[in-house]
C-alpha cells in the first residue's frame, strides 16, 4: 500500500519511526506499505513515488517541494490517504473534510486521525465511500490506538448500542487528578502545560469542546446520528475547586468529566458534564491521561475498554490498526470497509 500522510506533527514522525524501523516489531514483517508523499502546513512538503526514505525523512526539518495536501491529492499516486492534519474547531473540521471528500472521490481510501470529519460531516463521508467502494477509517480518533471502532463494528456484530459513556479528555483527567492532589486548576493546568499534555491555550479542553467533538463522533459512528459538537450539552470544568474535589472525596467518591451519548426514543442526545463517580466503578480508576469507554448494548450488556498510559505509538497504531483491517478485506483496490 503506498500511503501519502497529510500532516507530519508528533504523530505523524511517530508513525514514519516505526515504519522506518519495522524489524524492531517482529508483528509488523507481514505490513507492506511505503510513504509517497508528506504535506505540512508550514515545514514544506516531500514526494517519491519509488517510496521515501523514511529515515532521511525524519532528519529533515523542512521539506524542498509546496504541494498543499489538496494538491498532493490530485497529483500524487497513492492507495491511501492518511489525513494527521491538526482538529479546527472553530473551521468545524472544515479542511479535513475537504481533504477527505477529495481523496475518495478521486478512488483513494482514508485514514483520519482527525476526529471534526466523524464530528460534522461522518454520514456524508461514509456515503460517499460507499459509492466509490473505498474504505474509509478512523480508529486514532477517540482513545489513541485502542480497539474502539474494531470492539463496535467486528467483535459486537449483531448488537445493537444503546449507550455510550467515557472519559475521553486527557488534559481534564490529568488536571482533575492533580487537583485532588492539593493543586488549583492554575497550577494543575500549568503542569500538565509543562509536560505537553495541555495546549498553550488549554481552554478546548477545559470548557469540554474536545471531549463534545468526541462525543459527537462516537455518537454518529456507534450510534447512527447525525449529532453535531454544538448539539452536545457541556459543562466547563473550570468551576470545580480543590475543596469541591475534597469533599466528594470524603463521600467516597472522584469528579470525573464523563462523555455520554445515548438512545432518548427516537432521538441521540449527548453531554460532556462532571460527575462524582463513586470509587465502586471502574471510571474512578482511570488516572492521569488514561481513558476509559463503557458501551451498553441490548444483547451483550455493558463491555468497557481501558486506556492506561498512552503515548506517540499508542495513537501510531490506531493507524497501523486500520492499515491492517484495510489490507484485511483483500487486495486494496477492491476494500469497501467504512
Known amino acids: 500500500m503506498r500511503l501519502l ?28 506499505v511505503s510513504v509517497v508523499g508528506i504535506t505540512t502546513g508550514s515545514r514544506g512538503s516531500i514526494a517519491d513515488p519509488a517510496g521515501l526514505d523514511l529515515r532521511s525523512v525524519l532528519k529533515q526539518v523542512r521539506f524542498p517541494q509546496h504541494l498543499t495536501s489538496l494538491d498532493a491529492i490530485r497529483t500524487l499516486d497513492c492507495d491511501v490517504v492518511v489525513e494527521m492534519t491538526p482538529l479546527d474547531i472553530p473551521g468545524r473540521g472544515a479542511a479535513a473534510i475537504a ?45 489513541d490506538g485502542a480497539p474502539v471502532f474494531n470492539l463496535a463494528q467486528q467483535c459486537l456484530r449483531g448488537n445493537t448500542i444503546q449507550r455510550i459513556e467515557g472519559i475521553l479528555n486527557s488534559t481534564s483527567n490529568s488536571v482533575l487528578c492533580a487537583m485532588e492532589k492539593g493543586q488549583s486548576l492554575e497550577e494543575a493546568v500549568a503542569a500538565a502545560q509543562a509536560i505537553g499534555v495541555a495546549e498553550a491555550d488549554p481552554r478546548n479542553d477545559l470548557d469540554g469542546w474536545d471531549a ?63 460527575r462524582e463517580i463513586p470509587l465502586t466503578d471502574p471510571f474512578a480508576l482511570v488516572e492521569g491521561i488514561g481513558s476509559i469507554l463503557r458501551l451498553t448494548t441490548d444483547i451483550a450488556g455493558k463491555i468497557v475498554l481501558t486506556e492506561e498510559d498512552p503515548d506517540l505509538s499508542t495513537t501510531a497504531y490506531g493507524v497501523i490498526s486500520d492499515l491492517y483491517r484495510l489490507s484485511s478485506h483483500g487486495q486494496v483496490a ?5
Open 334 to 338: 477492491n476494500a469497501t470497509v467504512s
Open 212 to 274: 463534545a467533538v468526541k462525543t459527537a463522533a462516537l455518537a454518529n459512528v456507534l450510534l447512527d446520528a447525525e449529532m453535531t459538537p454544538e448539539q452536545v450539552e457541556r459543562e466547563s470544568m473550570t468551576a470545580i475547586t480543590p475543596a469541591t474535589i475534597q469533599a466528594a472525596l470524603a463521600r467516597g467518591r472522584r469528579i470525573k468529566m464523563v462523555c455520554e451519548a445515548w438512545r432518548d426514543g427516537g432521538q441521540i442526545a449527548g453531554r460532556v458534564t462532571a
Open 99 to 143: 481533504h477527505i471528500r477529495e481523496a475518495l472521490e478521486r478512488g483513494r481510501h482514508v485514514i483520519t486521525c482527525n476526529k471534526g470529519p466523524l464530528a460534522w460531516a461522518y454520514r456524508p463521508l461514509r456515503d460517499l465511500a460507499r459509492r466509490h467502494g473505498r474504505a474509509f477509517l478512523y480508529e486514532t480518533t477517540v482513545m
Open 5 to 32: 500522510l497529510l500532516g507530519f506533527g508528533n504523530v505523524g514522525r511517530r508513525l514514519a519511526e516505526i515504519l522506518a524501523d519495522r524489524t524492531v516489531y517482529p508483528g509488523l514483517a507481514d505490513l507492506d
